[in-house]
């Protein structure tokens, strides 16, 4: 999931996929939108808290502990990163 949510306050809400870098905001086909609105804002806080909710946190030691193949193949996906 590439989405991007924010909400600030209860009332300002931030839905998109950018990011905050050059390319994203100057070259990918990214879509943002900011809605002002009290229950759509309280929707995507209510989102976030249940993705917060079910989240696992990943430590230094557990990514350590991956196998030596995914260790390989996520360094060969980060030298590709600047053109994806």
């Known amino acids: ?3 991007k949510l924010m ?3 209860g009332v300002w809400a931030y839905v998109g996929s950018s990011n905050l870098d050059a390319r994203s905001l100057r070259l990918n086909f990214e879509i943002d939108m900011e809605v002002l609105d009290e229950n759509f804002a309280a929707e995507i806080d209510a989102r ?3 993705a917060i909710a079910t989240a696992q946190p990943v430590t230094l030691q ?3 502990a991956r196998p030596f193949a995914i260790r390989v193949f996520d360094r060969l996906l980060w030298l590709g990163s600047p053109y994806l």
């Open 1 to 3: 999931d590439h989405s």
């Open 7 to 9: 909400a600030i306050d």
């Open 48 to 50: 976030i808290a249940a």
């Open 62 to 64: 557990t990514l350590k």
